[in-house]
């Protein structure tokens, strides 16, 4: 069983900052792709940002060059810096991690989520 641990979301004011992390434990194997997507209340759930393993990253249009996605591979964690926040960042942000299992299963899971709310 894979365990996927978020923290850091709260409440910020526009143009504040957040640092997201998520811890991930359990019978894992071989990590791929750790990442954040999030969702709005009313939206679908949209791609935040990627890194792969060996650091390729990817970012949603909205986020780019205010939010940088980070991970250490030795702990399984992957951090997200928010910058620049703005109201319409609100929502729930979930990490998501794929990759392998101890017995070889391929593995795509989720946290439950960690809320960021942007308002003055």
């Known amino acids: 069983q894979v365990q996927l641990v978020e923290s850091g979301g709260g409440l910020v004011q526009p143009g504040g900052s957040l640092r997201l992390s998520c811890a991930a434990s359990?019978?894992?194997?071989?990590?791929?792709?750790m990442g954040w997507y999030r969702q709005a209340p009313g939206k679908q759930r949209e791609l935040v940002a990627t890194?792969?393993?060996?650091?390729?990253?990817r970012y949603g249009d909205s986020v780019k060059g205010r939010f940088s996605i980070s991970r250490d591979n030795a702990k399984n964690t992957v951090y997200l810096q928010t910058n620049s926040l703005k109201p319409e960042d609100t929502a729930v942000y979930y990490c998501?991690?794929?990759?392998?299992?101890?017995?070889?299963?391929?593995?795509?899971?989720w946290g439950q989520g960690t809320l960021v709310t942007v308002s003055s």
């Open positions: 890194i792969s393993s060996g650091g390729r990253t």
């Open positions: 359990g019978s894992i194997l071989k990590v791929d792709v």
């Open positions: 998501n991690l794929q990759g392998t299992m101890g017995l070889g299963a391929p593995l795509d899971a």
